[in-house]
């Protein structure tokens, strides 16, 4: 089955920096999903994209669709201590409609 | 337009005894897919139901089964509950087509003991 890597596992920045994660996969993808997750919350979606290399913002969030459709990259500029939680990519291949998840970004703040 | 509804938030279930976990898409939304997440594990993936009939499957045992109603919302069911079966249980809701985004609901907390 489909496999996404996503990276890195957690990452330590202080209030101000930018923060760069990835997802990759062993299949073409034709969409891409970025979820942050609260602690005992459900996931929200933050950006998607649907075309390969189409680059797309949220505020402070941009995100882009790799041209080989086999992956995607969140950014976030300015990190605020909000930004605190775990980021998820998700794809879906261009057969079928289920999602499959990366393990997911654990980010922390420090102001 | 309301978000995706999970019912209940928090639950307490001991060993041995079954459960049913509920969900509300958003409105329109046809597809609901269910969620196992554990510390460690990420997202599983349990199963996707679209008008009424069960369109994915992951790798769970049988004891998890699911359904879904003609108004599009769905309940899962956990058969003899197991400690390891504790964990945060997600559904999200989409139109259900292919490039399609998917919205999840808060999460119902399930812990066995």
């Known amino acids: 089955g489909q496999q996404l890597n996503q990276s890195p596992q957690s990452m330590f920045i202080q209030e101000g920096e930018d923060v760069s994660m990835n997802c990759t996969s062993s299949?073409?993808?034709?969409?891409w999903l970025w979820y942050k997750q609260d602690p005992g919350e459900g996931p929200v979606l933050l950006i998607a994209?649907?075309?390969?290399?189409e680059l797309t913002s949220n505020g402070r969030l941009t995100a882009q669709f790799g041209i080989t459709r086999k992956d995607s990259f969140l950014n976030i500029s300015a990190s605020i201590p909000s930004d605190v939680g775990i980021y998820f990519c998700?794809?879906?291949?261009?057969?079928?409609?289920?999602?499959?998840f990366g393990e997911g970004t654990q980010l922390t703040v420090n102001p | 337009k309301a978000g995706v509804t999970q019912t209940p938030r928090y639950l307490i279930k001991t060993r041995g005894q079954q459960v049913t976990l509920s969900c509300s898409p958003i409105?329109?939304?046809?597809?609901v897919s269910w969620y196992q997440q554990t510390p460690g594990q990420g997202l599983q993936f349990l199963f996707e139901?679209?008008?009424?009939?069960?369109?994915n499957k992951g790798n769970f045992p049988g004891r998890f089964s699911g359904r879904q109603f003609s108004n599009s919302r769905s309940e899962m069911n956990v058969s003899t509950l197991e400690l390891g079966d504790s964990a945060l249980y997600l559904c999200?809701?989409?139109?259900?087509?292919?490039?399609?985004?998917?919205?999840f609901g808060q999460g119902t907390r399930l812990t066995v003991v």
């Open positions: 999200a809701s989409s139109q259900g087509g292919m490039n399609t985004e998917a919205f």
């Open positions: 299949s073409i993808f034709n969409t």
């Open positions: 994209l649907y075309k390969a290399g």
């Open positions: 998700a794809g879906r291949p261009t057969s079928g409609s289920r999602l499959t």
């Open positions: 409105s329109g939304h046809r597809s």
């Open positions: 139901y679209f008008s009424e009939t069960q369109r």
